[in-house]
């Protein structure tokens, strides 16, 4: 099985298939191309022009594996529990039960268990969120919610008072997109300190040479990035910005922050706000895989070998999940868990040589491509650090938004002895809600590593249980599910 | 300030369908989610929170921060995100959807 449709996912399924394994490939969205693509292969949809004809055609080419035979794809689909460690009936070969939930399509709904010799989990990134007071209001979203809206459904901001506030290529991007397609950003506040972050570890010298190896690596993307530093499409931006606040009483309708120039407020009915991609481990956590703090990332990324095999598990990871590297990468990643776990399940004695010969062949290759690829996302990671959570979080900022949880409940829960995020979780339900610590999971380790002066190995990260999703009693009732 | 927050693009082909969002039927067209579709008609959150009862509002719009929760065909806790709209697909929104909290009373 493979989880994700994204560039990740359809080359894994893709090179699985290839090598003559059938494949269950499903996915959340209404259609396969994950983030990024979201959007560009629906016909009907207003949103598809946003894309360039040039991602169009390679989201098209990389959907192109669903025509294989042996490849099912199933969207609008979840996984809601796995289990490893599961021998066949009639064998030693260690199996994986997936259930999972469509929600829709034929013969589709109910929950289901399917029994699998390998998983690749392909389930991509989710936004970090930016802590301030007020970020719970109507009105406030993601930067890459806003542009999944217009990706998708060709929905584009065009009120007064249209703000984005954050770092990052991602915000630039879409600031570009909006414009582009008719829309309104009355102003751009960066929250970073000017012009692009402070450079942590190595220092200035350091950035300096990972801007060197990232203009060898990927000259392409670095002058496409720097080109997107030079230009604020003539909307007033704010650099510097901390403090920040969004005031309204039913929705948002004013923005308070501070500059090294003073104190601005400005109308707002519509905030987008950024902070950085994480790579999305609910699966990962939920089957026990190990886990790595990934400092320049500040996050958790699965710890897997060079193909992205967990360690003695039957289980790959590949694209943004494994840590953020962009759609490029993932497709390359895809390519090469898929082809291992091809390799794990019919091993190569029971193959012709020389299929067995190319198909290693092959494996370098991705390798090597993937090795010269990566300098130029350490540069990202580099240049654009986690916004410091007190650079605008109060005391009663929302950390938790299903439970309700403040920073100050969290630190009420820290100073009565709890002395780790799942402590906290059991003081305060932070993380226990719908979202099952998506939102908040990140910030609580970095909160709780910072308040006890621990590393964020040692504060932990929230423990993620089944169901991943919720799921109604009658699911389990009228599902065909073990 | 007055007016909408969105726009829509032009669209250049597909027909519409009708949801029912709240009893009344509205167009919804290929392409939107019933997020989308609730942003698009002016609402600016879709619920409330059952703890605090203060609006819940759509954050990420891809499935994991579940602001955008609605009853959707008669499915309570449904993700308006991740459901397309389709012909004749029923929409309740404002429900608190959202079990389990410490306020709630068991």
């Given at each position: 099985?493979?989880?994700g449709a994204g560039p990740?996912g359809l ?14 490939l499903i996915d959340e969205q209404p259609a396969p191309g994950g983030q990024v693509w979201r959007g560009a292969l629906d016909r009907s949809g207003a949103g598809r022009r946003v894309h360039p004809d040039q991602a169009i055609r390679r989201a098209a080419a990389a959907a192109e594996v669903l025509r294989?035979?042996?490849i099912a794809y199933a969207g609008t689909a979840s ?23 469509a929600a829709a399509g034929p013969g589709l709904r ?34 890459g919610a806003l542009q999944g809206a217009m990706k998708q459904a060709g929905l584009v901001p065009d ?15 879409v600031?570009?997109q909006v414009?582009r397609f008719g829309g ?143 759609w ?155 | 300030?007055?007016?909408g927050?969105w726009r829509s693009l032009p669209r250049t082909d597909g027909i519409p369908v009708e949801v029912v969002v709240?009893?009344l039927p509205v167009r919804a067209y290929g392409g939107e989610t019933v997020a989308t579709l609730l942003l698009r008609l002016g609402h ?14 759509p954050?990420c719009l891809m499935g994991?921060?579940?602001?955008c929760?609605c009853?959707i065909d008669?499915?309570?806790?449904s993700q308006a995100c991740l459901v397309p709209v389709s012909d004749g697909l029923t929409v ?15």
């Amino acid at each position: 099985m493979v989880v994700g449709a994204g560039p990740a996912g359809l080359a894994a399924a893709g090179a699985l298939a290839e090598q003559g394994l059938t494949v269950q490939l499903i996915d959340e969205q209404p259609a396969p191309g994950g983030q990024v693509w979201r959007g560009a292969l629906d016909r009907s949809g207003a949103g598809r022009r946003v894309h360039p004809d040039q991602a169009i055609r390679r989201a098209a080419a990389a959907a192109e594996v669903l025509r294989r035979p042996g490849i099912a794809y199933a969207g609008t689909a979840s996984v809601i529990d796995a289990r490893t460690g599961l021998a066949a009936r009639s064998g030693t070969d260690e199996r994986i039960e997936i259930d999972w939930l469509a929600a829709a399509g034929p013969g589709l709904r109910g929950l289901r268990t399917t029994t699998v010799r390998a998983l690749i989990i392909a389930t991509g990134a989710l936004e970090r969120p930016v802590l301030f007071p007020g970020a719970t209001l109507p009105g406030i979203l993601s930067a890459g919610a806003l542009q999944g809206a217009m990706k998708q459904a060709g929905l584009v901001p065009d009120g007064a008072g249209t703000v984005l506030a954050g770092q990052g290529p991602l915000m630039r991007l879409v600031l570009a997109q909006v414009l582009r397609f008719g829309g309104r950003v009355d102003a751009v506040l960066q929250l970073a300190s000017a012009p692009a972050g402070k450079p942590r570890a190595g220092g200035l010298s350091g950035l300096a040479a990972t801007l060197a190896s990232a203009a060898v690596a990927d000259p392409s993307l670095v002058a496409r990035g720097a080109a997107s530093c030079m230009t604020g499409h003539g909307v007033r931006t704010y650099r510097g910005v901390r403090q920040l606040r969004a005031h309204g009483l039913a929705a948002i309708e004013r923005l308070s922050f501070d500059t090294d120039d003073g104190h601005h407020e400005l109308p707002c009915r519509l905030l987008a706000v950024h902070d950085g991609i994480l790579p999305n481990v609910q699966l990962t956590r939920l089957l026990g895989l190990a886990h790595a703090w990934h400092d320049d990332q500040q996050a958790f990324v699965p710890v897997t070998g060079k193909t992205g095999r967990a360690a003695e598990q039957p289980i790959w990871v590949a694209g943004d999940g494994r840590g953020i590297a962009g759609w490029e990468l993932a497709a390359l990643h895809g390519e090469l868990a898929g082809l291992d776990a091809a390799s794990a399940i019919c091993p190569t004695s029971t193959q012709p040589t020389d299929q067995a010969a190319d198909r290693q062949a092959r494996r370098h290759r991705l390798g090597r491509r993937i090795d010269r690829r990566l300098p130029a996302r350490r540069l990202v990671d580099r240049l654009y650090p986690a916004v410091p959570i007190e650079r605008n979080a109060t005391p009663d900022t929302v950390v938790c938004r299903c439970e309700h949880v403040t920073l100050a409940h969290i630190d009420a829960a820290i100073a009565a002895g709890a002395v780790g995020a799942n402590r906290v979780k059991t003081f305060t339900r932070c993380g226990m809600g719908a979202c099952q610590g998506r939102h908040c999971g990140n910030a609580l380790t970095r909160i709780v590593a910072d308040r006890l002066d621990v590393s964020p190995t040692a504060a932990g990260a929230l423990r993620i249980r089944p169901p991943l999703k919720p799921t109604l009693i009658s699911d389990y009732l009228d599902g065909a599910c073990t | 300030m007055s007016g909408g927050v969105w726009r829509s693009l032009p669209r250049t082909d597909g027909i519409p369908v009708e949801v029912v969002v709240d009893g009344l039927p509205v167009r919804a067209y290929g392409g939107e989610t019933v997020a989308t579709l609730l942003l698009r008609l002016g609402h600016d959150h879709f619920g409330r929170h059952p703890g605090t009862d203060r609006p819940m509002a759509p954050w990420c719009l891809m499935g994991s921060c579940f602001g955008c929760l609605c009853t959707i065909d008669d499915r309570p806790g449904s993700q308006a995100c991740l459901v397309p709209v389709s012909d004749g697909l029923t929409v309740r929104t404002g429900a608190s959807a959202v079990a389990g909290s410490p306020d709630t009373p068991l």
